[in-house]
């Protein structure tokens, strides 16, 4: 019989890779997505409209503890990944009330369903680098102390609280991936990879004149999101539960992701400036990169950098695209599909 699992976040960047992943394995595959998604699905699906003839979608939300208690009882997953979650930490500032709420009551709800009416199944918490925040050492290892400077790495960093707590409380094998930066075409606009790649294809194309960043200073660790799902799914197939880093080992400034993406497209930049004042030009003189220091958060996490050597001895999980490959990637496909 085949292994049955549960996504929360299906149709979002991870959830998509990863539901193509167990599918591929041979996987029956069940995702919770607001209703209204499911009712518009041309526009709020897009990441899965390939696969929705392979999957089950059932309507629920994070803040809804019955509809978990309902699917876990109807279900018994064999394994169930808790990816939803507000990820962009912009908006975490802009509204910290929700996203707190949101993210750490969609973790408690979970784990509380699960532990009730399907105990043996293995659960996964998508922890995060944000939970590092101001760092304490680089790189950033599983025995790194937290310091999370957003609420969304607050967030996050109860979230996995509450699994070890649910772990060593009531023996579930219920572990943590502390994942890295991690990237694709299919990443929401909003990120600043995303907003990089597909602002610099709209320039190109003449489309746009100018792309407003913050930060070009600021390091992470990048890798590629379709990698990253591979160790989600690998550390529940370990005997015993245990949290990892998954990371590339490598980091890079936004500036770095944007000079990479404007030398795909051939536009050759030029800075010129310092700090919020630094602007971007063009060989024929135009400004087209601005700064606006709108987009700096009010407590910046200035380097992340992940040590995934666990992940490799334990795993043998180790990342397969390069920075290059990434950001190349991003780029031709926001640029073929604006250029149709």
């Known amino acids: 019989m085949a292994k049955k699992a ?20 041979g996987y029956e595959v069940h995702g919770i997505a607001r209703r209204l998604a499911i009712e518009d699905p041309s526009h709020r699906l897009n990441r899965i409209n390939h696969i929705l003839d392979k999957v089950k979608l059932h309507s629920g939300t994070l803040e809804n503890y019955s509809r978990f208690i309902e699917l876990f009882e109807d279900l ?60 304490e050492e680089i790189p950033q290892t599983e025995k790194t102390p937290f310091h999370p400077r957003s609420p969304y790495g607050i967030s996050k960093t109860t979230g996995f609280d509450l699994t070890r707590n649910y772990r060593e409380s009531y023996n579930l094998f219920a572990c943590s991936g502390i994942l890295f930066n991690h990237e694709s075409p299919r990443r929401g606009f909003e990120f600043v990879t995303r907003k990089i790649t597909n602002g610099l294809a709209k320039i190109k194309l003449g489309l746009e004149d100018s792309l407003s960043l913050g930060n070009l200073d600021a390091k992470r660790d990048w890798g590629f999101a379709g990698d990253y799902v591979e160790a989600m ?15 590339t080992g490598e980091t890079h400034t936004v500036r770095n992701f944007v000079e990479n993406a404007a030398k795909e497209l051939d536009i050759n930049l030029t800075w010129k400036g310092e700090g919020i004042n630094e602007k971007g030009y063009n060989k ?57």
């Open 76 to 135: 018994k997953p064999n394994e169930c990944y808790h990816l939803a979650a507000q990820s962009f930490v912009h908006e975490s500032f802009e509204d910290g009330f929700s996203t707190i709420d949101m993210n750490i009551k969609g973790v408690q709800h979970a784990l509380s369903a699960l532990h009730k009416k399907a105990p043996e199944c293995k659960f996964y918490f998508a922890a995060s680098s944000e939970m590092f925040g101001k760092v």
């Open 6 to 25: 549960l996504i929360t976040g299906l149709t979002g960047q991870d959830g998509s890779y990863l539901a193509e992943l167990l599918l591929d394995k």
């Open 284 to 340: 024929n003189g135009e400004k087209i990169i601005q700064i606006n220091p709108e987009f700096y958060r009010p407590a910046e996490v200035q380097l992340l950098l992940g040590d995934a050597s666990k992940a490799k001895k334990e795993l043998g999980w180790e990342p397969k695209t390069s920075f290059d490959e990434l950001v190349e990637m991003m780029v031709k496909s926001d640029f073929d599909k604006l250029k149709k």
């Open 233 to 247: 799914w690998m550390m529940l197939q370990q005997e015993k539960p245990k949290d990892y880093v998954i990371a």
